[in-house]
């Protein structure tokens, strides 16, 4: 051990007795706090601006140090490729080169301490290079008031392992040749091998695993962000171990007299070692992962792993399929399918190792779809054969439309890409989406896993008096707060299930959800009321949207329940809408429907600095009510006495695109018109939703655009959510501390003259007085 630090001392006397070291330590510190400033300065703006503003400012040190691509240590790891070719260059070659290297071998110290003393060296110069990184953590800690300590230190060791194997690969390129900018060359190309190499080859099925695993980039993506785990750190100690052993070969062949075959058998046990080592430790029963987190931002939450913990009896299988003819097949190519695994279901993975992920290509087309049109007289096989020949693949690689249809109905949805989940006999969907996200998030996979455990609560449209429908893409339907499979945020896409019934044809089926009744159109039969009455006597939830206009249609369901719709049309005159477009107000019960949508209130005060929550209800009237069969009413959403009335005189379409003036005779004050009934049948709370207008939920009306800002889709999103009694959606909220900058933008100049003038000068006078005082000796 003595002989491996003599030798480490040496070589760091003649790294640091040399300005190139010191050189190379001011330009890093500069260019790491250049990077440092650069993203500090970028989210100091944003929180000072406030309101949206402040969405980015979740998890914040993570948003400075490792938030890919903003994150600056990935851009130091960068200026890395630069520096440590330079550092390493000259370990082995120098030695060579001068002839010292024979002094070496005939001294009496072995090859491997020669082999880790200079390693050693070459660490002490990494611990000084972490130093400098260190300076811009203190920076983090000062312009935070909560920083995530545990997330620094994570990524330090993350940073630290990095060096560890780009100095292990130096010091072996530097013992293949006696030329030290050769050697510098040499392993700068190394590094970007293995920094790029999880992209090479991936379409090769043999290989692709193999390249994936060798990625260095991703492999320090997890522990920079904070989520440490022994698969990865087992990939840093083989691959500095195997370049170690490898310096060592190469060294002790130069000494000795052996064949070239022996010393190829060397390296190939070494590498063969290696892989079996990395295929033990990389399969998921025996990895360990901490997440250092504060927050464990990288952790599903307590909910999603129970869900997870209830499919201990057998494997999950995800199968991942995409259709050729799909803009979006390029995100399911063979060389991203790693990539998904490791970002969208290893964190499942991590609480179920036996969830195997699987992918199948196909194709199909809808008969409507533009192909056919671009292919006349050509079949779905032609097309999809001139398709693949496009995408240079061969067209045996797809499921044909019977194949893919035997396992799951790609018509149903909509020949999209989705996985599907299979445990024991049940399966389910779990979707991409139409939006820059693109891939499920945990709201929408813990949605599917608990359809494997639970049965999806399914809501009931009626359909025989011309309802609105819950799959029509018609303006006056419910489709996208329903059943849109790209809309991330549809009731289908967070569990739910919908159908459609006709009360003619059968009765109220059993174990639904709920029974909604929206907007019908024309009276109900006396049959299709007895059948309603009886529904709601038995204790079922019930969504009923009504009209002014057809109040008469609703009014005997109205009288069953106590409620009745007040004579008169809503008015409030504004500058953006017309005039009958009175935006109500969700109450303090409508505002906690839920644990999530509570969050949501709060998050969007603190974004939107909204105070009032407001639902625009185009064409509605009063709810009067009064509580009957032991039903306890609950306002959701009332009127502002002070901005609208109730108009009881007639009133023209056209004049209500004007600004209409109160009458003498129209009423005053606040109105409700949404409410909730609960009451308690059978041992279960029955719950019971009602409003007075059926087009606040259409997809022109929900979408919560314009001033002012209407939370139409969120109050009735979550209006159906109660139907389920908080088992969907899925609960995904976790803990968040609240991240704020101590500092302003006003501190931004301070830190540059710290960072690029008064550090970088610090490190020139240590370096000045060491030279100095090297050279007097």
Known sequence: MKKIFHIARNELHTLFYSPIAWILMILFVVLTSADYIGVTDFYLMGFEKGGLYLRAMKDLTTQLTANPPGGYLFKVIKNLYIFFPLITMGLISRETSSGTIKLLYSSPIRVREIVLGKYVAVLCFTFCLLALVVFTYVGVAISLENPDYGQMLASLLGLFLVLATYAAIGLFISALTSYQIVAAIITLGLFALFSNVGDLWQEIEAARNITYYLNIGEKSFNFIRGLMNLRD???????????????????????????????????????????????????????????????????????????????????????????????????????????????????????????????????????????????????????AEKEAKTFRTDIEHYLTPDQVNQLVDVKEEEFRSFFLLKYKDKTTIVRTFDDQEFWPSENEIA??????????????????????????????????????????????????????????????????????????????SASNLEKISKYIDQGGNLFIASEPDRK??????????????????????????????????????????????????????????????????????????????????????????????????????????????????????????????????????????????????????????????????????????????????????????????????????????????????????????????????
């Open 233 to 383: 750190l087992f990939y840093f100690i083989i691959l500095i171990a195997t370049f170690l052993c490898f310096t060592t070969i190469r060294i002790k062949a130069a000494t000795e007299s052996v064949s070239v075959g022996k010393k190829t058998m060397r390296y190939l046990l070494v590498v063969t070692i290696a892989f079996v080592v990395g295929y033990i430790t990389s399969r998921p029963q025996l990895n360990v992962y901490v997440d250092a987190t504060r927050d464990q931002i990288y952790t599903i939450t307590p909910p999603t792993q129970s869900m997870l913990a209830k499919l201990s009896d057998g494997e999950l299988e995800i199968i991942g399929f995409s259709n050729l003819f799909q803009m979006s097949r390029w995100r399911f190519l063979s060389s991203q399918q790693n990539s998904i695994v490791s970002n969208v279901w290893e964190p499942y993975i991590r609480f179920k190792p036996d969830i195997k992920v699987k992918f199948q290509s196909y194709y199909d087309l809808d008969t409507n779809s533009y192909h056919y049109k671009l292919n006349p007289d050509k079949t779905i096989d032609e097309i």
């Open 447 to 524: 949605a599917a896993i608990n359809q494997l455990i639970d049965t999806a609560p399914k809501v009931v449209f009626l359909s025989d008096e011309i309802e609105r429908s819950p799959f029509l893409k018609r303006t006056r339907d419910y489709s996208t707060l329903t059943s849109s499979r790209g809309f991330r945020y549809s009731l289908i896409n967070q569990g739910y299930d919908f159908d459609t019934l006709s009360l003619k044809q059968r009765d109220i089926p059993d174990g639904i959800a709920a029974l909604a009744i929206a907007d019908p159109r024309t009276p109900i």
């Open 552 to 777: 008469e249609v609703t009014k005997p369901l109205f009288d069953k329940l106590g409620l009745s719709l007040r004579d008169g049309l809503l008015i409030q005159p504004n500058d953006y809408f017309s005039s009958h477009c009175a935006f109500a107000v969700l109450t303090d019960t409508a505002k906690d429907l839920s644990p999530q949508f509570a969050q949501f209130i709060t998050d969007e005060t603190k974004y939107r600095g909204d105070s009032v929550f407001r639902v625009a209800m185009e064409g509605a009237s009063a709810i009067e009510y009064q509580e009957k069969d032991g039903f306890q009413v609950e306002p959701l959403l009332y009127t502002d006495s002070t901005l609208s009335w109730n108009r009881l005189a007639p009133i023209s379409e056209d004049s209500l695109q004007l600004e209409v003036e109160r009458l003498p005779s129209d009423e005053r004050g606040s109105f409700v018109t949404a409410l909730g009934m609960k009451r308690v049948v059978n041992g279960k709370e029955q719950r019971i939703v009602v409003t007075s207008d059926a087009d606040f939920l259409t997809r022109t009306q929900s979408a919560g655009t314009g001033y002012p800002y209407r939370y139409n889709f969120e109050f009735g999103f979550w209006s159906f959510s109660r139907f389920s009694y908080g088992a969907f959606p899925a609960n995904t909220l976790r803990p968040q501390t609240d991240d704020k900058f101590r500092v302003t933008v006003n501190s931004i100049p301070k830190q540059k003259v710290i960072y690029y003038w008064i550090i970088p000068a610090l490190i020139a006078l240590i370096a000045s007085i060491i030279l100095i005082r090297r050279k007097r000796k």
